[in-house]
């Protein structure tokens, strides 16, 4: 068997040639495909730090909102221990008869019955109108019931504070 040498120098050729444009495509591409890879990287890392920046903005508004909340919170519980304070000293001073509750009567009713005479008081800010003094037992429930209603507002303007603060 005779071995053509031009068939075989030419299938090296050809062989050597495929194998050099193989090898060059093959440096090409991997130079493509890491420039890609670095591209890719960058805007990966880009991205994390703008979620990074979000997500510290939205830790320092959260922590803000929680201060003023609390702020809103302690406000609200001085006023209601004050509130309760007040009402607790009023009750006291009731028990002991250092203070009486008493109620303004009509003029015009003293015709109908409820004849009570009026005192003239000289620190009275009612110019000598005609008083009735309420039963401690009353005046007890007559506070007991303004209790409720100043917890009541105190908690309405603390309701309507926490509400405001969630809105900024």
């Not at 444009?21 to 591209?39: P, V």
């Not at 939205?58 to 609200?76: C, F, G, M, Y």
């Amino acid at each position: 068997m005779v071995v053509p040498w031009k068939a075989v120098g030419a299938m090296a050729l050809v062989l050597i040639g495929a194998g050099s444009a193989w090898q060059f495509q093959d440096w090409r591409y991997g130079e493509q495909l890491a420039e890609q890879a670095r591209l890719h990287a960058e805007t990966l890392n880009q991205l994390t730090q703008a979620a990074a920046t979000v997500q510290q903005s939205e830790q320092d508004k959260r922590l803000a909102l929680e201060q003023r909340l609390a702020a809103s919170e302690q406000t609200h519980f001085e006023k209601m221990t004050n509130a309760q304070n007040d009402q607790a000293r009023l009750r006291d001073r009731l028990a002991t008869a250092d203070v009486r509750l008493s109620v303004l009567l009509d003029a015009a009713d003293v015709a109908k019955g409820c004849n009570v005479p009026g005192t003239a008081g000289a620190g009275g800010v009612d110019h000598a109108a005609v008083r009735a003094r309420l039963d401690p037992a009353h005046a007890q429930r007559i506070i007991a019931i303004t209790d409720n209603g100043d917890r009541g507002l105190i908690a309405l303007q603390a309701c309507q504070a926490y509400v405001k603060n969630l809105q900024q």
